[in-house]
């Protein structure tokens, strides 16, 4: 007599000696390798790694991946056609408070043109920019609940503001729910707009989307009081602000696999908290400057792939096609 989990675990061997047979067939990989490497706008240091990623990924299928990315300008856009920078999640606040009450619009924008600056320094170690970051977080929160500023108001910033999609993340958001592979947006910025932007846009946040993000969080009155805890910036994204007992925990318990999508340094240790023994596939969206070529190598050593001032989601879409077709 065989044990369920006996015959839980050979199906499952079964189902994987079954894709690479296929695979063996279809030449997904060096076909999506190709398609790469033949992007003028997509740096991979090592190909070679890159595809035996890919390859465990493929194995492995939608039910072993997981997704875990960034907002700010890695699923919202950097800037529109005319190269107008966009909004981040902070940003909501720049545009619109500055419409209502210029003098406090005002602050946001000269908290943004002081510090984004040090955030990407090239010449400032991550341990110098921190209390920078740390600064610049709690000054922004503080005006915010100084304000108190009301969810419908919030709500209404965001219908107004310029957060932007990259094209194609709204249909890669909903194929990855079609799918079942859940989506962890893991952002410094504020969740709750992150919350708000999605429901505006895809009709309401998909069942696969989870957050670790700094919350507002509201009072009866539904006035903004305080932040949650602990704070989130850009360099202390890791396993030291993800709650483990985080309900979405159990979701993506098992799944081996991660895809990593970020635009920052700050970015890369995003998968530490997912505890597994699979590759992370670290994908970076690039959107500095095509002449700082030292900062774009040093892109190229921390992702495997780098997509130069790309737009759009097209590369993150393939390559979950391509996990999502052999199985
Ligand atoms: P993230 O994209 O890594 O999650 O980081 C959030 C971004 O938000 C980061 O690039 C800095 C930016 N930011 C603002 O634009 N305005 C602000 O007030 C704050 C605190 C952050
Ligand atoms: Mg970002």
């Not at 499952?12 to 894709?19: D, P, R, V």
């Not at 920078?132 to 915010?144: A, F, K, R, Y």
């Not at 958001?173 to 707009?193: E, K, M, R, T, W």
Request: charged share 25%; with cysteine; aromatic share 10%.
């Amino acid at each position: 007599m065989f044990k369920a989990t006996e015959i839980v675990a050979a199906a499952a061997a079964n189902a994987e000696a079954e894709c690479i047979e296929q695979l063996k067939k279809t030449d997904a990989i060096p076909l999506l390798m190709n398609f790469l490497l033949n992007q003028e706008n997509v740096l991979c240091r090592d190909p070679t790694t890159v595809a035996a990623k890919l390859r465990k990924m493929v194995i492995g299928g939608a039910g072993k991946t997981v997704v875990i990315s960034d907002f700010d300008y890695t699923l919202s856009r950097f800037e529109n056609e005319q190269g107008e920078r966009l909004s981040t999640t902070h940003g909501v606040f720049d545009d619109n408070v500055m419409r209502l009450k210029p003098e406090l619009g005002q602050k946001f924008i000269d908290l943004k043109a002081k510090y984004y600056p040090i955030e990407f320094s090239p010449k400032l170690t991550m341990e110098e920019k921190i209390p920078h970051m740390e600064t610049w977080w709690g000054t922004s929160h503080g005006l915010i609940i100084n304000e108190k500023f009301s969810k419908s108001t919030i709500e209404e910033f965001v219908r107004q503001s310029r957060i932007v999609f990259r094209d194609g993340a709204e249909d890669f958001i909903q194929s990855l729910d079609a799918h079942n592979i859940p989506l962890v947006i893991f952002s410094a910025g504020i969740g709750n707009i992150i919350e708000y932007f999605l429901q505006q846009k895809l009709g309401a946040i998909p069942r696969n989307t989870h957050f670790i993000s700094n919350m507002i969080l509201f009072d009866e009155e539904d006035k903004a009081c305080a932040f949650s805890e602990p704070l989130i910036h850009t360099f202390c994204k890791n396993s030291s602000v993800i709650q483990k007992e985080t309900s979405f925990f159990h979701e993506i318990a098992g799944r081996v696999n991660v895809i990593l999508l970020g635009d920052s340094m700050g970015d890369i240790h995003m998968d530490v908290g997912v505890e597994r023994d699979g590759p992370t596939l670290k994908v970076g969206y690039y959107n500095g400057s095509l002449e700082d070529t030292e900062a774009m190598e040093h892109y190229e050593q921390v992702y495997d792939i780098v997509l130069v001032r790309d737009p759009t989601f097209t590369v993150a879409q393939k390559i979950v096609d391509v996990i999502n077709s052999t199985h």
